[in-house]
C-alpha cells in the first residue's frame, strides 16, 4: 500500500511539474524559444560546469568530515561518487538522492546507511541555514523590489504552523504514542528492538557529528564555497545572452534566490518550478519574457544534464555486491 502511495505522489509532483513546465514553455512559443537557445554563447558554460564540479567536491569533502570521527574514514572521491549518484536518481525521482549517496557509499566504502545518513540530515540542517542566510541577504539587499514577494512565499507556511495545536492533532499525537508503545512491545516479543536500537544510535551518532569536527571552520568554509558556486553557476548563466548579461550582482542574487525555492520544490529536479521562479525574478528587471525563459532553460539544462551524465557514470562504475553491514548483523 505505501509502495502504491509513494508512486501515486511521485505520479502527482511529476505532473505538476510538467504542468508548470508547460506554462511556462507552451508548445506554441517552443519554436520561438529554441532560436533564441541557438543565439546564446555557451562559451560561459565551462566555467559554469567547473564551478558545478568543484561544488559537488568540495560538498564530498565536507561530508567526509562528518564521517571522520564515526570511525568510517572514507575517500573523498568515493564520496563524490556517492553525492553524484545522490543527484542522478533525485533529478529523477523528488527525495531520493539522500537515500541513494548513503547507499552507494556503502557499496563503495561501506560505511553503515544508519551512520552516513545521519551526516546527511546534518548536511542538510546547514544548507537550510545557509538558503535562510541566502534569503535574509537578498531581503536586505533588495528589499524594495522582492521583500514582500519573498515574506509571501513563506507566509503561508508560518500561518500553517498556528494550527498545529489543534485539539485534533492532540488526539492524533496520543493516538500515535499508543501505537508506538505497542509496537515496541511487538518488536520486543520477535527480538527487532535492540537491533533498531542500534540502528538509531547509529543514526543518532551520525547526526551529531558535527560537534566532534577536528576543523570547524574548515566545515564552515566549504559550506560558503558551496553556495558562493552556486551563485556563480547562476550569475554566469546571464552572459549567455546580450539580454540578460548586462545585470548586477543585485540582479544575480535575487535570481539565485527564487530559482533555489523553485528548485527544492517536491518535483522531479525542479523542473517547471525552477524555470517559473528564474524567469518571473528577470521580469523584476524587466528582461524580455523570451531571452528570460531562455536564459533559465540554459540554467536549469546545464545543471540538470550534468548530474545526470556525471552521476550516471558513477553509478556505472560503482560495486553491487556489497550489502549494508549495519543492516544485516544479528
Request: hydrophobic letters at 55%.
Amino acid at each position: 500500500m505505501k509502495k502504491v502511495v509513494n508512486i501515486l505522489k511521485y505520479i502527482l509532483f511529476l505532473s505538476l511539474g510538467f504542468g508548470v513546465f508547460f506554462y511556462v514553455y507552451p508548445l506554441d512559443a517552443i519554436q520561438e524559444i529554441w532560436e533564441k537557445l541557438k543565439e546564446a554563447n555557451y562559451i560561459y558554460i565551462i566555467p559554469v560546469v567547473f564551478m558545478s564540479l568543484s561544488a559537488h567536491y568540495s560538498r564530498a569533502l565536507r561530508w567526509k568530515m562528518l564521517l571522520d570521527p564515526l570511525g568510517y574514514p572514507t575517500k573523498a572521491f568515493s564520496g563524490f561518487r556517492s553525492i553524484m549518484i545522490g543527484y542522478y536518481f533525485n533529478t529523477i525521482v523528488p527525495r531520493m538522492g539522500e537515500v541513494s549517496r548513503c547507499v552507494a557509499l556503502n557499496r563503495i566504502d561501506k560505511v553503515p546507511v544508519s551512520a552516513s545518513l545521519g551526516t546527511v540530515i546534518t548536511e542538510r540542517i546547514f544548507d537550510l541555514m545557509s538558503l535562510a542566510a541566502v534569503v535574509g541577504l537578498t531581503i536586505l539587499l533588495e528589499f524594495d523590489l522582492v521583500g514582500d514577494l519573498i515574506i509571501d512565499l513563506f507566509s503561508d507556511k508560518v500561518k500553517g504552523a498556528g494550527g498545529l495545536l489543534s485539539w485534533k492533532v492532540l488526539l492524533a499525537l496520543i493516538a500515535l504514542l499508543v501505537l508506538a508503545y505497542i509496537g515496541i512491545l511487538i518488536l520486543k516479543k520477535i527480538g527487532l528492538y535492540a537491533k533498531i536500537i542500534k540502528l538509531l544510535a547509529e543514526f543518532k551518532n551520525g547526526v551529531i557529528s558535527v560537534r566532534k569536527l577536528k576543523n570547524p571552520m574548515a566545515f564552515i568554509g566549504h559550506t560558503v564555497f558551496i553556495w558562493a558556486s552556486y551563485f556563480a553557476m547562476c550569475y554566469l548563466s546571464f552572459f549567455t545572452l546580450p539580454e540578460t548579461s548586462g545585470l548586477g550582482l543585485g540582479a544575480g542574487l535575487v535570481v539565485f534566490t527564487l530559482s533555489t525555492i523553485g528548485f527544492i520544490a517536491p518535483v522531479p529536479g525542479g523542473v517547471g518550478t525552477y524555470q517559473y521562479m528564474f524567469t518571473m525574478a528577470l521580469s523584476l528587471y524587466f528582461i524580455d519574457d523570451l531571452a528570460g525563459k531562455a536564459v533559465a532553460m540554459i540554467a536549469f539544462l546545464v545543471n540538470t544534464v550534468l548530474n545526470l551524465v556525471v552521476g550516471a557514470i558513477a553509478l556505472f562504475f560503482s560495486p553491487k555486491d556489497n550489502a549494508d553491514a549495519s543492516l544485516s548483523e544479528e
